[in-house]
């Protein structure tokens, strides 16, 4: 085959191979010949991304020295540039040798040549002043951004912490903060969102207009509405564009805050008192997203909490545990709203990639018989009205960005120009919001979008190479490259890396287009066809229970993830470490058994079987009969009942770290769980221990303070439909190879306790020859009465003591010497802020002849008996 008339012979042989790549006796229909990557947009948008990170915060005076002399530079650069073409058009001759390049004759350029007929000497002058104009540009914007939030009134009003009454104008959703363990106490959550205020009425009557960004924190000492309860704070139904008066007490912004002028604290449980509307389009969105969430009502807790993040973003009934089972997998993306969202609803509407300029294209758009130019106009539209349905919100604003970048995929079937159409997507965003060049949201946002565009197609290609499939080769090497890029920044927000997240990105991906189609065919419906979306609904509710159980299957794992240092020296070595991986990996695709050899090893070192672990790490010890579980600040400790079965007495802080020592000791079935008393450092990781097992009953000391975690506990319980009793002193039990008795808390009558300590279950335990006795955080005044109680005969002697209340200082002598332990173990938190265990505490102890071992030191703790020898281990 000849070339054509004007074509060079590289482009010939290039649409040869694709001829021959395409596996047809007549070639490929369509065939495309990709040229180099066009790069020239990258350093413009690089440029501003810095200049806008370095100087949105910075003083006027170098914003202003930045921006001119950027601008000057660049157009002392430009002038230059136009002075030398004058001069080539006065024909002034240029010799081809001269340029490094040949010259072809009737219209065929030169190889020296650029884009445009531009000559060589030109185009790096040009691009220099392309750089240094958009310097300038984002120079200014980042100066203008950065004066909003430091003019005007607020900023003195938040130096002297004044109480003021204000008119805001709601800029985002109102959203809960995450539950907050504060010692023994679980934090109340507050309601926040983004605003700014219009005007302020001092105490004194003054009253001052302005524009400034805020951030509103709401104490409304109310709950999350995360088991679909149907409770809301009148607060989390306000849309944005209303404004509302606040009284409330203006204080200064935190370290991360430097994107508002001060937070606004409002305090008390009133509603809000609305001044203006929102606007008909917010309106409208919020009706929609209602409609989203009464459609959903009805599903099992986990869809009910997924569904409205997948569509619009709306994540108020997920989770804390949800949350972090996806967070340890590397799939909070889905709970935001992302390009992949966006590309799946416009995919649906135009078609698949590769068919949407073409007659024989599919999608909704061509069956209904939309021409071409009224899709590109109607695909506009549904970009709009997903912004405003999603909030513009810079997440969400991303996402369109990215969204349209993969439009352009699936309208041209061509990578070349998608590079320049993401750096011209991050060139005006961070130009629009200078803000984001802060944000690592938007950080992981591009590297993701240019991991797909960069890496993806080549890792693919060598896949397929391999006979490996081509959707499994587009979906491996999708997930594997936006992991390699955005592991190194994930690492310093978390210090952490996942191991699972390749493999649940995988198995999460195949559910995630179903879910959103339908969950977008909801949020239509809801308004105008409640029977139709809640069908709608319940097709969706499977997808999402797949995404949702992928994510709480690959957290529980042991092996899922490892610790790493969060900073960016340790996100360069997990950089430096992905290369390696990669460079050995392109090794041992050559080789499929090492490839297999290597799958197996990884499965073990991820699933960690007990009976391989115990092989290895000698962790659990044969034969353990109790564990004191390392949870930090708390208590939680494991008294075994046989294979696989323990009884679990209190649940420590954090559900995954019981959740992990469980999982290590491969208990699988709790007969019982006893809760000492209801401080969130013994039942707040109660969902860790409930999730993934059988659980027969809960026990409860019969003191239900403090309320709200004495809620917590039966509305956990409530949900799993495990039964919870109340316990008191007499009660004998048995279960497996356990015994206990329970000495305290006295039987009613009984006289109100000073507080929730001194009301804590202590059990005395008998197993495999064994006494232990379990404290709780019972305080001397409970100690000296459990001493004068009939009780008092069965504690002296033990073999292990549980110390009460963390080690703390408050501890009856009278006890310590009667009780008289072999081993004393303390669970504490390491550099806990209360000092716990008390030197003289630990000294009491040891002078009484304990060996005394505590969890912040030596981790968990494994007490095992043989032949009347007590021994302990450590991990």
């Known amino acids: 085959m000849r070339p054509a008339s004007g074509e060079p012979a590289s482009h010939a042989s290039g649409r040869r191979s694709v001829h021959a790549d395409s596996g047809k006796r007549l070639g490929a229909a369509h065939p495309r010949v990709e040229g180099p990557v066009d790069l020239r947009l990258v350093p413009p948008a690089l440029a501003v991304w810095a200049t806008a990170a370095l100087l949105v915060g910075a003083s006027p005076g170098w914003v202003t020295g930045v921006a001119v002399v950027s601008l000057v530079a660049g157009g002392v650069l430009l002038s230059g540039g136009r002075s030398d073409a004058r001069s080539g058009a006065r024909g002034e001759p240029v010799s081809a040798s001269a340029l490094g390049g040949s010259v072809r004759r009737r219209g065929v350029s030169a190889t020296w040549r650029g884009r445009g007929g531009a000559r060589p000497g030109g185009w790096p002058r040009v691009s220099a002043a392309a750089v240094l104009l958009c310097v300038s540009a984002a120079a200014a914007s980042a100066g203008l951004h950065g004066a909003d939030v430091r003019r005007g009134p607020v900023p003195a009003l938040a130096k002297r912490f004044a109480q003021v009454t204000a008119d805001v104008e709601v800029t985002s959703d109102p959203r809960f903060t995450r539950p907050r363990i504060t010692g023994d106490h679980m934090a109340p959550t507050a309601l926040l969102f983004d605003a700014r205020v219009r005007r302020i009425v001092e105490a004194d009557g003054s009253v001052l207009a302005t524009w400034t960004p805020v951030l509103v924190i709401v104490d409304t000492r109310s709950r999350r509405p995360d088991r679909g309860t149907g409770e809301r704070s009148p607060w989390l139904s306000l849309l944005p564009s209303t404004r509302v008066r606040v009284a409330a007490r203006v204080v200064p912004a935190l370290s991360g805050g430097d ?140 996402a369109a960005a990215c969204g349209s970048i993969a439009l352009l995929a699936i309208a041209t079937g061509r990578r070349r120009s998608l590079i320049p159409a993401l750096a011209t997507a991050v060139l005006l965003l961070v130009l629009y919001d200078p803000w984001l060049s802060r944000s690592y949201g938007f950080l992981l946002s591009v590297l993701a979008t240019g991991a797909l565009l960069t890496v993806a197609p080549r890792w693919s290609a060598a896949l397929r190479r391999r006979r490996v499939p081509p959707r499994l080769a587009e979906a491996l090497a999708a997930a594997g490259a936006a992991q390699a890029l955005c592991a190194p920044v994930v690492a310093v927000l978390s210090a952490r890396v996942s191991l699972v997240a390749v493999p649940c990105n995988l198995l999460a991906e195949f559910a995630v287009a179903p879910a959103t189609v339908l969950g977008f065919g909801t949020l239509a419906t809801a308004s105008v066809a409640m029977p139709v979306a809640k069908v709608l609904a319940w097709c969706a509710s499977w997808p999402a229970r797949w995404i949702a159980e992928i994510a709480r299957t690959g957290a529980a794992l042991p092996g899922g993830g490892v610790d790493w240092p969060g900073s960016w020296a340790g996100a360069g070595l997990l950089a430096l470490v992905t290369v390696v991986v990669v460079l050995v990996g392109r090794r041992l695709l050559r080789h499929p058994w090492l490839i297999g050899a290597c799958l197996v090893v990884f499965l073990l070192v991820v699933v960690q079987p007990p009976p391989l672990t115990r092989v290895i790490t000698g962790w659990p010890p044969p034969g353990w009969r109790f564990v004191m579980c390392d949870v930090g600040q708390g208590d939680a400790t494991v008294l075994s009942a046989g294979d696989g079965s323990a009884v679990v007495v209190d649940a420590g802080p954090d559900p995954v770290a019981v959740d992990r020592c469980l999982s290590t000791l491969g208990v699988t079935r709790i007969p019982l769980v006893v809760l000492t008393h209801f401080h969130a450092d013994h039942v707040a990781g109660l969902p860790g221990v409930l999730d993934g097992r059988s659980v027969g009953a809960i026990e409860t000391t019969g003191f239900g303070e403090p309320p709200d975690q004495a809620e917590f506990v039966r509305r956990e319980a409530a949900a799993r439909h495990i039964p919870v009793t109340r316990t008191a002193a007499g009660e004998r039990r048995r279960t497996g190879t356990l015994d206990w008795q329970v000495l305290w808390p006295p039987p009613d009558p009984a006289p109100t306790p000073d507080g929730p300590n001194d009301a804590s279950i202590t059990l005395l335990v008998r197993t495999a020859g064994l006494r232990l006795l379990l404290l709780g955080d019972l305080e001397p005044p409970a100690q000296q009465a459990l001493l004068r109680s009939p009780a008092a005969l069965e504690v002296g002697g033990v073999d292990v003591l549980k110390v009460a209340h963390h080690g703390s200082a408050y501890q009856d002598p009278e006890l310590i010497r009667r009780v008289a332990p072999r081993l004393a173990l303390i669970s504490c938190g390491r550099d806990n802020v209360y000092g716990h265990p008390a030197p003289s505490t630990v000294q009491a102890l040891r002078a009484g002849g304990a060996v005394v071992l505590r969890t912040d030191e030596d981790g968990s703790l494994a007490v095992t008996s043989a032949g009347g020898a007590l021994s302990v281990a450590g991990h």
Request: hydrophobic share 50%.
């Open 259 to 398: 994107d508002v002028a001060a937070v606004l604290r409002v305090r008390g449980s009133a509603p809000p008192e609305v001044v203006a509307e929102p606007s008909g389009p917010q309106r409208f969105a919020g009706r929609l997203r209602e409609g989203l969430r009464a459609a959903t009502d009805g599903l099992e807790a986990d869809a009910r909490a997924l569904l409205p993040g997948l569509v619009v973003g709306d994540t108020a009934r997920v989770t804390p545990e949800l949350d972090e089972a996806f967070k340890a997998t590397d799939l909070t993306h889905l709970l935001a709203v992302s390009g992949g969202n966006f590309t799946i609803l416009l995919a649906l509407f135009i078609g698949p990639a590769g068919l949407a300029q073409r007659v024989e294209r599919r999608g909704l758009a061509p069956r209904l018989g939309v021409p071409l130019r009224a899709t590109a106009l109607l695909g506009g539209a549904l970009t709009l009205a997903f912004v405003i349905v999603c909030r513009p919100d810079p997440s969400v604003l991303r």
